[in-house]
């Protein structure tokens, strides 16, 4: 994901998802690409999904709530922030350097953490 080709590490996660299926990083690595690529509200979906199966996995738990500010669903972000209990998610820098997160999320979570519309 470092490259920033997003279509072919979507790919390159759905292979690791499907081989290894409770790797949930291989899973929430595609859905963070799948968001970079456009596919915003499948990746919401899958968000979920994750979370539903990881109720306390603080990457999807931050990517929803970054995603979910960024749609305009503040109230749901502000609900799934409050779940996020790593403070390395506070950290912009940290995310898009260490974690990597594609520049659309985290230009979302920037906004978040900001109060400021998208």
Same mark, same amino acid.
Do not use: H
């Given at each position: 994901?470092?490259?920033? $080709?997003?279509? /072919?590490? /979507? #790919?390159?996660?759905?292979? %690791? ?18 968001? *970079? ?15 539903? +199966?990881? =109720? ?5 738990? %931050? %990517?929803?709530?970054?995603? *979910?500010?960024?749609?305009? +669903?503040?109230?749901?972000?502000? #609900? $799934?922030?409050? +779940? @996020?209990?790593? =403070?390395?998610? +506070?950290?912009? $820098?940290? @995310? ?5 997160? =594609?520049? #659309? &999320? ?6 978040? &953490?900001?109060?400021?519309? &998208?």
């Amino acid at each position: 994901m470092g490259l920033g $080709n997003w279509a /072919e590490a /979507e #790919t390159c996660f759905s292979k %690791a998802a499907a081989l290894a299926p409770f790797f949930s990083f291989a899973a929430a690595n595609r859905t963070l690409a799948m968001y *970079q690529l456009g596919n915003t509200e499948q990746a919401i979906r899958e968000m979920r999904t994750l979370l539903r +199966r990881y =109720p306390d996995f603080p990457d999807m738990r %931050a %990517a929803l709530a970054a995603a *979910q500010w960024a749609a305009g +669903r503040e109230g749901d972000a502000e #609900t $799934n922030w409050q +779940r @996020v209990e790593d =403070p390395r998610y +506070r950290d912009v $820098n940290w @995310v898009r350097c260490k974690r990597r997160w =594609p520049p #659309t &999320l985290v230009s979302s979570l920037e906004a978040f &953490l900001q109060l400021k519309s &998208l």
